[in-house]
C-alpha cells in the first residue's frame, strides 16, 4: 500500500470526526451521537492508527494514553489521525534508509506486478518472495535479532519469523499469513509450478506491499 492510499483512507475516515462534530453543540461532542456510534469512531480510529502509525512511534503511545469519555477520546484520537495524516503527506514517516529500502523493493515488486500480468506467476512468486525475505531479514536487524545461526548461516525464513513473533514484532496470525506468502516462493523456486496459484500471488505482492508500509525496515 502507498502512501496516497494511506492517506486517503485516512482522510475517508476522518470524515466520522466532522460528523461526529456537526452533530454536537459542545466542544466536547457530548450531547450529539449516540454513545455506540461514537465507540464505533473511537474504535476505527485506534484501529488505524495500529494498522498505519510506524510501530514504537509516538503517535501509538499517545493513542493508547487517550483517556476520558468517548467524546473527548474520539477528540484525542482524531487528533492523532490528522497529525499521522500531515506527517504522511510530508514524507515524514519514514527514515532515510527506510525509503530507499520501501523504493528499492517497491521497484521489485512492481517487477512481479508486472511479470504476474503478462502470465509468468512462477517468476512474480519468486521476485515477491525474495522481497519478503529480505524484509524480515531486515527487520530482524532492526530489533537486535541474529540473522545468522550459530554456524554462521543465514537464518531460514521460518526461524525469523518465530523470533519476531516471540519479540512481538509481528503477531502469530501474522506469521502464518507471511509464511504462507512465502511457501508461494519456495514452490515456484523449486519448480512446483502447480502448486503456485495466480490469484495468490496477486494477493501476495499486494499483502507485502501493505505489510512493508506498515512494518518499515
Request: glycine share 6%.
Amino acid at each position: 500500500m502507498q502512501s496516497k492510499q494511506i492517506i486517503d483512507q485516512i482522510t475517508i475516515l476522518l470524515l466520522n470526526l466532522d460528523k461526529a462534530k456537526s452533530a454536537s453543540q459542545y466542544d466536547d461532542l457530548s450531547g450529539g451521537l449516540p454513545d455506540n456510534e461514537l465507540m464505533a469512531i473511537r474504535t476505527r480510529f485506534m484501529a488505524c492508527i495500529e494498522r498505519f502509525a510506524p510501530k514504537g512511534s509516538a503517535y501509538l503511545e499517545n493513542a493508547k494514553n487517550v483517556t476520558g469519555f468517548n467524546g473527548h477520546i474520539v477528540l484525542g484520537l482524531g487528533g492523532i489521525l490528522n497529525a499521522l495524516k500531515s506527517d504522511y503527506e510530508s514524507g515524514y514517516i519514514y527514515t532515510l534508509e527506510e525509503l530507499i529500502h520501501s523504493e528499492l523493493f517497491d521497484d521489485f515488486l512492481e517487477m512481479a506486478d508486472e511479470l504476474l500480468n503478462k502470465g509468468y506467476k512462477d517468476p512474480a512468486a519468486v521476485v515477491a518472495g525474495s522481497v519478503l525475505e529480505e524484509h524480515i531479514r531486515k527487520l530482524a536487524v532492526r530489533n537486535q535479532l541474529s540473522i545468522v545461526d550459530i554456524k554462521g548461516k543465514l537464518k531460514k525464513f521460518d526461524v525469523l519469523a518465530i523470533e519476531l513473533v516471540k519479540t512481538q514484532q509481528i503477531s502469530e496470525p501474522q506469521r502464518k499469513i507471511l509464511t504462507a506468502w512465502y511457501s508461494q516462493r519456495s514452490e515456484a523456486a523449486h519448480g512446483n509450478y502447480k502448486n503456485v496459484i495466480e490469484s495468490e500471488v496477486k494477493r501476495m505482492i499486494d499483502g507485502i506491499r501493505d505489510f512493508m508500509v506498515r512494518l518499515p525496515a
